[in-house]
């Protein structure tokens, strides 16, 4: 399929520059590519109202309108066009707002080809696979096999297992921003999950998504059976797009349509997480009375730490489609071990500063592991920077219910990598005991 890519650049000698390697590569790899041209921002803007942009090479100091500005507004109205920043030597400072406002990554002045040919590779890679669904032979749900690779599982085996759902859904994922009625569904599920759990039996929710709908599956359902739930269902849910057959019940929840969404947010509530009892009233707050933010870093640690997150996006990109190189993996380990450093300072991030000390230790003792399998590494470490990412946000400036509320999970999966690291031998039995399920 073909891509449309715009290059953005006020000088006329860097424009054809990148015009050619860009020719260049699509003749070499016979790949269909169109070429659009813009000498300054507001032009790329309008260019985009009227023509898909898949990719875009943006230069950062321009006439009329400059790449920041262009590319604040081209993601406002276009999410997934991808914008690359180009800027010349020394222009961190301007790197960094352009990733602060929605740039997927940066190149410097002046161009390296080789470089520049496998980063528009790896871009093009990330397109082709970006939103990618795809028919799942083991799809969970009973409603469809067409939806995203990834998932979501949670194992409840207790009452805090159960609490930790309702917490995850409505506060973490946030999916109130996603779902009108979330809160009803979810509710359900804690009074059906506490009947399960009263009568000792453990199961999973298992979550997967297309580009409409969530779905949300349960299984070993057989104490309660399709009638009984269909009779609660009938009763305390009646809303509610399921079906149920054997051992399994899937829900079917909409995504809201992007206006409605504008409208519903500012007053969609959240509600507290239940106390880990069968019988507790279950009461509705404003959010905003459950968090608040913790100035547990000074401005130019908070700063630092950030720029340290931004470099690490970078890296992240370059691993799904191809090895990392050794220096790349030894500024990988640098960024967290730096982290690790600004977060020691202060002992509410005590816990999250050896997550990410010992994660660095791991990498950098393991280098060669991490170097071959850094492809299928890809999703657990961009889960890990992206949960890094989502504290930071909540802690700094959204709000947390918490000062330590993503403590458990950021350490666990820093422990998850850690294992997966280190060499296979046969004693791993319980390793592979975790993967089986």
Not at 7 to 33: F, G, H, K, M, W
Not at 307 to 316: C, N
């Amino acid at each position: 399929m073909k891509k449309n890519i715009l290059v953005v650049e006020d000088n006329e000698l860097n424009l054809e520059v990148i015009r050619l390697l860009v020719s260049q590569y699509a003749q070499e790899q016979d790949e269909p590519i169109e070429i659009f041209s813009a000498s300054d921002g507001q032009m790329a803007v309008e260019l985009c109202k009227m023509q898909q942009i898949d990719i875009i090479f943006m230069d950062l100091m321009m006439p009329i309108m400059g790449g920041i500005e262009a590319t604040k507004q081209i993601k406002a109205a276009h999410p997934k066009t991808m914008i690359i920043a180009v800027s010349a030597y020394g222009d961190e400072e301007k790197q960094k707002q352009m990733l602060r406002n929605g740039a997927e990554d940066y190149m410097t002045k002046p161009l390296n080809a080789l470089l520049f040919k496998n980063r528009l590779r790896n871009y093009l890679k990330l397109l082709k696979t970006r939103n990618h669904i795809g028919n799942k032979a083991k799809a969970r749900n009973l409603f469809t096999s067409k939806a995203y690779n990834y998932h979501i599982d949670f194992t409840v085996a207790t009452d805090a297992d159960l609490s930790e759902f309702w917490e995850a859904i409505l506060m973490r994922f946030d999916f109130q921003r996603h779902i009108e009625h979330i809160s009803d569904f979810v509710r359900f599920v804690y009074r059906l999950g506490m009947l399960q759990l009263q009568n000792r039996y453990k199961f999973h929710i298992v979550i997967e998504e297309d580009t409409e709908h969530f779905y949300f599956t349960l299984d070993n359902i057989k104490m309660l059976g399709c009638v009984k739930i269909s009779a609660l269902l009938a009763k305390h849910y009646e809303q509610a797009e399921y079906l149920c057959k054997e051992n399994i019940l899937s829900f079917s929840l909409a995504k809201m349509p992007p206006e409605e969404l504008e409208v519903l947010l500012p007053d969609a509530p959240a509600i507290a997480a239940p106390a880990q009892n069968a019988n507790a009233i279950i009461m509705q707050t404003p959010k905003d009375e459950e968090k608040r933010t913790f100035a547990i870093l000074e401005p130019d640690e908070l700063q630092e730490f950030e720029d340290y997150l931004l470099k690490l996006r970078s890296l992240i990109l370059m691993m799904e489609n191809s090895s990392l190189e050794a220096s790349d993996i030894e500024e990988l380990c640098s960024c967290f071990n730096e982290m690790g450093s600004i977060l020691s300072i202060s002992n509410d991030s005590y816990v999250l500063s050896n997550a990410l000390k010992q994660l660095s230790s791991a990498i950098a003792h393991n280098h060669e592991n991490f170097s071959e399998s850094s492809s299928q590494l890809f999703d657990f470490v961009n889960a890990f920077v992206n949960d890094l990412i989502f504290w930071k946000n909540k802690i700094f400036y959204e709000g947390a219910p918490s000062v330590d509320f993503l403590n458990d999970s950021i350490t666990s999966n820093a422990n998850m990598l850690h294992s997966l690291l280190q060499p296979s031998t046969k004693g791993d039995e319980e390793l592979d005991d975790i993967f089986d399920f």
